[in-house]
């Protein structure tokens, strides 16, 4: 699992496609993201709850 601001995030590898992914656990909306290692999983991850925070906001 992956954390950052609160959020958690899962983490699955695809072995066809050779790439991490995963998405933000226990929220309604389906946010995903990936990355062909674990510091571009991380970025992506960061960049994701990032994102998502930001709509929530714009949202209200």
């Given at each position: 699992m992956l954390e950052y601001k609160g959020y958690l995030g899962k983490i699955e590898y695809s072995e066809d496609d050779?790439?991490?992914?995963?998405?933000?656990?226990?929220i309604r909306d389906l946010v995903t993201y990936e990355g062909t290692d674990a510091k571009s999983l991380k970025a992506a991850f960061h960049e994701a709850v990032d994102d998502y925070i930001a709509f929530c906001e714009?949202?209200?």
């Open positions: 050779e790439v991490l992914h995963g998405r933000l656990e226990f714009a949202e209200g």
